[in-house]
């Protein structure tokens, strides 16, 4: 089944120690990206790639990393998180050279940093 | 700040009843895109627009590019239980750049 995995879907931290939260795709997509949900906000780009080891920033980047080593895998890195990171995490992913941007989202982490 | 914008925040309806969500964009879009994220759940790409003017349809609810390419909207006929959730627009801004910015949504909730 073509689908986008996320782990863990919830995880509670407090501030200031580091986490990973892990993405993968089995699509072959190039296009990979992370975006994050608040209320009244919707969602905001934080980081994309649009292949392996090529990465931007998005909207929101501050306080998070990313890396792209392989092709199926897109973490989310925070070095050091504080409690406005606090948030559901959507990872997505898209072919590249497609007419249709149709992106494929994993089902969401739900992240609190105490 | 927020280029894409989306109104309204949220719309509760009666059963059967139609639901219109309007998406405006600061800038020039190359392409809309709608997506529809169920309570609980991911969002699901519904569509893509990019012709300036395009309309297009799929069973209830039908799609709508405006002329200058700044503005969508979606509108849904006799609407029903399953259709609740948030729906989202999300433009491409700057034509070749890859960042897609989605509007605020909006949230249906529907009255049986």
């Known amino acids: 089944e073509a689908q986008v995995t996320q782990n863990p879907r919830y995880l509670i931290t407090v501030t200031g120690k580091k986490l990973t939260v892990t993405c993968s795709q089995n699509m072959n997509h190039e296009y990979m990206s992370w975006y994050r949900q608040d209320p009244g906000l919707g969602l905001r780009q934080i980081y994309y790639s649009m292949n392996v080891e090529v990465t931007d920033k998005g909207d929101v980047p501050e306080g998070y990393k990313v890396s792209r080593k392989e092709k199926r895998n897109f973490p989310l890195i925070l070095e050091s998180p504080s409690p406005n990171q606090t948030s559901l995490y959507f990872c997505?992913?898209?072919?590249?050279?497609?007419?249709?941007?149709?992106?494929?989202f994993g089902p969401g982490t739900r992240l609190t940093v105490t | 700040g927020q280029q894409v914008m989306q109104i309204p925040q949220y719309q509760h309806v009666q059963e059967g009843e139609d639901f219109t969500t309007y998406c405006n964009s600061s800038t020039t879009l190359s392409n809309i895109q709608w997506y529809k994220q169920r309570p609980g759940g991911h969002p699901v790409f519904l569509i893509q627009?990019?012709?300036?003017?395009e309309v297009k349809k799929q069973k209830r609810l039908t799609f709508q590019f405006g002329e200058a390419k700044k503005n969508s909207s979606l509108h849904i006929t006799a609407t029903q239980t399953t259709d609740v959730g948030t729906y989202f627009c999300a433009g491409r801004l700057v034509f070749g750049n890859e960042k897609l910015t989605f509007g605020t949504g909006t949230r249906l909730t529907i009255i049986p």
């Open positions: 627009l990019v012709k300036s003017g």
């Open positions: 997505a992913s898209r072919r590249e050279r497609e007419v249709v941007y149709e992106q494929y």
